[in-house]
Structures are given as structure tokens and as C-alpha cells.
């Protein structure tokens, strides 16, 4: 039996259209692989709560006065932030399991890859936690974006559990460096 340090669960791969980047983003690269159009869809649906209440005021006034008003404004604001960031973690969450179009993606990941893999770095980084504590973390947030409305958890451990092969990131960076010589 393998003793709980080496024992690694393999990730169960969902049948998509795309191809998978990771089935468990860390939270940076979330935000670091989103795009343009994710702030503008959260930020649209961030204003709706807000917008929706005002305009529901305005139809039907609940006469509170201004002491009642305020609160239910800043609550309303607050739960369209909470929606907007959401949505927004949501769409990324989504290109890199493969549910949507995401070439754009698959080129980052690979330059970045490659470029951590030419200069000898981890490929997802480095982590203070032991390697059993790293498979712990793997195994809960793997694919957490799928159940996020129900519980908010988010991979803020590196580790080396991604349900990707690595082994293209390392073949081309010999490409590269072989392109690099001959030239």
C-alpha cells in the first residue's frame, strides 16, 4: 500500500469540446487569464442588483425615508459585487476545464510553461506544504468552480495535481532551445 506522501489521486477528466489547461486553477492565474470581456460581463451583472432595487423604488416607493433607503442600497450593492465576481471567476474557471473556447488560454499556459521551464523554475510554483498536505488541496478544490454557488472554495495552494501531461511544456522548450542553437 503507498504511504499517504506518495499517493496521488489522477483527476478524472470531463469529455469537452476544448482542450483541458487545468482542473485546478490557482486562484492568481484565474485572474491573471481573464479576459477583457469577463470584467465587462461582471461588471454589468454586479450593476444589475443595485440598478434593479432603485428602479423598484422608484416604481413602487416603500416610503422608509432615507434611514431605510441606505442600508438596503449597500446591501443590494454588496450582493451584485458578490454575483459580478461570480460570474467573473466562473467564465475563466471555465476555459481552463475546456467547457468554452479557450485558445487564447492554451497559448498563455503554454508560453508561460515553456518560459518557467527555460529558466528551471517549478512549474507551478513552489510550496511550503508537505506533499501530502498538497494532494489534500488538489483533491478538495479540483474542478470547485463546478459547485462554487453552494460552497466558495479556491485553489490557493501550488502544487503539481493539475490533470495535465507536463511533459509538452518540456517538449517545447527543447524545440525552442534547439531553434535557438541551430540559429
Given amino acids: 500500500m503507498a504511504s499517504p506522501t506518495t499517493a496521488i489521486v489522477p483527476p478524472k477528466r470531463a469529455s469537452t469540446d476544448y482542450p483541458l ?11 491573471g487569464y481573464a479576459r477583457s470581456s469577463d470584467y465587462a460581463i461582471a461588471g454589468g451583472m454586479a450593476t444589475i442588483s443595485p440598478i434593479a432595487f432603485w428602479v423598484m423604488e422608484r416604481v413602487s416607493p416603500s416610503h422608509v425615508g432615507r434611514g ?10 454588496a ?19 475546456g467547457f468554452t473556447e479557450n485558445t487564447r488560454e492554451v497559448e498563455m499556459d503554454m508560453r508561460e510553461m515553456v518560459d518557467k521551464v527555460k529558466k528551471g523554475e517549478s ?5 511550503k506544504v508537505s506533499d501530502y498536505l498538497q494532494g489534500v488541496a488538489a483533491r ?11 460552497l466558495p472554495w479556491f485553489n490557493l495552494v501550488n502544487h503539481n495535481q ?3 501531461d507536463t511533459a509538452k511544456y518540456y ?9 535557438e542553437r541551430t540559429a
Fill in 79 to 97: 450582493v451584485g459585487l458578490i454575483g459580478g465576481l461570480h460570474i467573473f471567476y466562473q467564465r475563466s474557471c471555465q476555459r481552463f476545464y
Fill in 68 to 77: 431605510g433607503f441606505s442600508p438596503v442600497m449597500r446591501l443590494a450593492t
Fill in 21 to 31: 489547461i487545468d482542473s485546478d486553477p490557482h486562484l492568481r492565474r484565474v485572474f
Fill in 162 to 164: 493539475h490533470g495535465v
Fill in 140 to 150: 478538495n478544490s479540483r474542478y470547485s468552480e463546478l459547485f462554487i454557488h453552494v
Fill in 123 to 127: 512549474l507551478y510554483g513552489t510550496s
Fill in 171 to 179: 517538449q517545447q522548450a527543447e524545440r525552442e532551445l534547439e531553434a
